[in-house]
């Protein structure tokens, strides 16, 4: 997510990281040149000096084409709503998420606090093997509230629409710079660029299963130390892509086989998909096996209830261990199952696609009318300046219009417009870490 100033008029028109303005102007510029093509011949009777005067794009009456342009608008601003209100949901939901899970976690922590405040004295047996499970107790809810967040985030990064995006970069048109070739890949891959949630659920081709790579930080760890490695995350972040993207540049200047630059760049365009996770701890043999089906050829992506699970049992022990009353902490249970409620939510913009058919119509449509556009402005202006103007204006904003809504529908892909769910993750885990320090005041 770019943050900006919406005041700095002049930086915000030039700013080029994020936006889908400036990649439409070839288009644009080439409309307008057949615009004007379009226009001079007609002012010259090419047409007719050519023999050619019955295929001359004379158009009586505009009633035709000002239906279709309204058709298109029309379902050009729908579709904008939609993927604004996907967006928007989307933040509301992982704000959400985040907001009931730290809620949940210090609470939790206040409960230990207080049981630990109380024990403070106790040097028995019993009241030293108290302490000991407390703390370990303490450090479990961290870890695994750490864990929790960072297989939500790799859960919403690398969902249906992520996955399909990946395989079409592998496998469809976008594979190639070459037009030919991708048509063959995108003729030869047809079932797995368009396949079915129920197929989807069960095929992997591109690592989504698999566990994420993490980051571990401890929780003794000195807070310049945690911030040194999250500003070198920042890396993958998009806060920081023009300065990546500097970076590359950087690199293939000073490695010679180029093998260095190559990575980077992969880095550089895959900073959420890729991207490693902070949690607190390290994960055991056992978590890992647990985590990967122990074992199996099954991955699950849904590892997140696995993580809901193991809180569960950690605040099963705390209310046995602490005395503490059933209607007390069953607020943190359900602060907890709202936050994962708010994760459930999230999934549905990570999973569900825009409807294939009004996509495909839209694709039709906007692709009609442009192509008509330059000899329906030429025909009506005779301008050899408006015309092609007004084809240019025309074209620039319906395609930068369609690409907005294109960049909003999933906000969770990789791009420079995404949610920052990466940044949400590494504030909560340092959120974590602070209340993990606090201590029964008094």
């Known amino acids: 997510m770019i943050?900006?100033?919406?005041?700095?008029?002049?930086?915000?028109?030039?700013?080029l990281t994020g936006s889908v303005f400036y990649g439409r102007l070839p288009l644009a510029f080439i409309m307008a040149l057949i615009s004007l093509l379009f226009v001079v011949a007609n002012s010259h009777n090419y047409y007719e000096q050519a023999g050619l005067g019955e295929m001359a794009p004379l158009l009586e009456h505009p009633f035709a084409a000002a239906l279709l342009s309204g058709t298109v608008s029309f379902a050009l601003v729908w579709r904008i709503s939609l993927a604004w209100n996907r967006y928007w949901d989307a933040c509301n939901q992982t704000s959400f998420m985040y907001s009931k899970?730290?809620?949940?976690?210090?609470?939790?922590?206040?409960?230990?606090?207080?049981?630990?405040?109380?024990?403070?004295?106790?040097?028995?047996?019993?009241?030293?093997?108290?302490?000991?499970?407390?703390?370990?107790l303490r450090v479990s809810l961290a870890h695994n509230f750490s864990l929790l967040s960072a297989l939500s985030v790799h859960r919403l990064t690398h969902g249906d629409l992520a996955?399909?995006?990946?395989?079409s970069q592998k496998m469809g048109?976008?594979?190639?710079?070459?037009?030919?070739?991708?048509v063959v890949r995108l003729c030869r891959n047809r079932k797995q660029l368009f396949t079915s949630r129920t197929e989807l659920r069960f095929q992997d081709f591109t690592g989504a299963f698999e566990l994420p790579s993490f980051n571990t930080i401890s929780l003794d760890e000195k807070d310049s130390s945690v911030q040194s490695k999250m500003i070198r995350h920042s890396f993958h972040s998009m806060e920081s892509l023009s300065s990546?993207?500097?970076?590359?540049?950087?690199?293939?200047?000073?490695?010679?086989?180029?093998?260095?630059?190559?990575?980077?760049?992969?880095r550089v365009s895959n900073v959420t998909?890729?991207?490693?996770?902070?949690?607190?701890?390290d994960l055991t043999e056992d978590e890992i096996s647990e985590l990967n089906g122990h074992g199996t050829s099954v991955r699950n992506p849904d590892r997140p209830n696995i993580l809901f699970e193991w809180i569960s049992e950690d605040m099963n022990a705390l209310v046995t261990l602490c005395g503490i009353p059933p209607p007390i902490v069953s607020r943190c249970y359900q602060e907890l199952s709202n936050g994962m409620l708010g994760f459930n939510q999230s999934l549905k913009m990570a999973d569900i696609p825009f409807p294939f058919l009004f996509t495909q119509l839209?694709?039709?449509?906007?692709?009609?009318?442009?192509?008509?556009?330059?000899?329906?402005?030429?025909?009506?202006?005779?301008?050899?300046?408006?015309?092609?103007?007004?084809?240019?204006?025309i074209v620039l904003s319906l395609w930068t219009l369609k690409e907005i809504s294109t960049e909003l529908e999933n906000p969770f892909s990789d791009g420079a417009n995404q949610l920052p769910i990466i940044d949400m993750h590494d504030r909560f885990v340092e959120k974590i870490r602070m209340l993990f320090n606090l201590r029964q005041i008094g």
């Open 101 to 136: 899970w730290a809620d949940s976690y210090g609470t939790l922590i206040s409960f230990i606090n207080t049981a630990q405040g109380g024990l403070q004295d106790d040097n028995t047996a019993s009241g030293v093997s108290k302490k000991e499970q407390l703390h370990e």
């Open 173 to 182: 048109m976008r594979s190639s710079w070459f037009p030919c070739i991708g």
């Open 362 to 393: 839209m694709e039709i449509i906007i692709r009609t009318f442009t192509a008509i556009l330059p000899a329906y402005v030429a025909r009506f202006t005779l301008g050899t300046v408006l015309s092609p103007l007004l084809t240019f204006g």
């Open 244 to 266: 990546s993207t500097s970076m590359v540049l950087a690199t293939q200047s000073n490695e010679r086989d180029g093998r260095a630059g190559a990575e980077v760049r992969k």
């Open 163 to 167: 996955r399909m995006k990946r395989r």
């Open 3 to 15: 943050v900006y100033d919406n005041r700095e008029v002049s930086g915000t028109i030039l700013h």
């Open 273 to 281: 998909w890729s991207s490693d996770l902070f949690i607190i701890g």
